[in-house]
């Protein structure tokens, strides 16, 4: 099936139910190199992605996008908002007025996210960030059906954030740290590979 508005609103809806379901754990990843408020930002941010969703499901997958991307970037605070905020927006921009993704466009979907993130974030892949996560996760994101793109990034992106754990961290709060950020995982790789793994299972 390809995957049209309400197929992209039930995929945000389970990384909203993912990410809540996390939200202790990415508290515990932040605790240990950051401020302790990335599980709880994104919590609250996808909160009100759900009460955006609940009044109205946009008619295209980008137009869903795009209100999954204002609402974080005008509710969420800290660094997840403005990044996880641009990602979505920039993957909107990418698969414009179509009214249903295909294998390709989520595609070019991922890597417009990607590129939005490093644009923002100035993060490289090694900076332990989410970027770690990202990156791989374009690179592997082929396949013949949308949840086969998703299920090889989901993976890809776990492998990913787990290569975080003996990096020092070079961007973003955790760099103050320096080497005492290595061997942790690091958050934001966390509930990018958490929120690709469910965009992954929505489409399967």
């Known amino acids: 099936m390809g995957c049209d508005a309400a197929g992209v609103a039930r ?10 379901a996390h939200r202790d754990e990415l508290v515990r990843l932040d605790q240990a190199i950051g401020d ?30 795009k209100l999954v991307a204002t609402t974080l970037i005008s509710k969420v605070g800290g660094a997840a908002g403005p990044l996880y905020g641009t990602a979505f927006l920039r993957a909107a921009t990418a698969v414009g007025a179509a009214s249903e993704l295909t294998p390709d466009l989520v595609s070019v979907a991922l890597q417009a996210a990607l590129d939005g993130v490093v644009a923002r974030g100035k993060a490289e892949v090694g900076d332990k960030t989410m970027v770690d996560a990202l990156t791989p996760a374009v690179e592997a994101a082929r396949g013949s059906t949308v ?45 990018t590979s958490l929120m690709l793994r469910a965009f992954a299972e929505a489409a399967s």
Not at 11 to 20: G, I, K, P, S, W
């Open 147 to 191: 949840a086969e793109v998703l299920t090889a990034a989901a993976a890809a992106a776990e492998a990913g954030a787990e290569s975080t754990i003996p990096l020092t961290a070079r961007k973003g709060r955790a760099s103050y740290l320096g080497e005492r950020s290595a061997g942790h995982l690091d958050p934001g790789a966390r509930s």
């Open 36 to 65: 302790a408020d990335h599980g709880e930002n994104l919590k609250r941010g996808f909160g009100f992605v759900l009460a955006a969703l609940d009044q109205s499901t946009p008619d295209t997958p980008g137009a869903v996008l």
């Open 11 to 20: 995929a945000v809806r389970a990384a909203a139910e993912l990410v809540t």
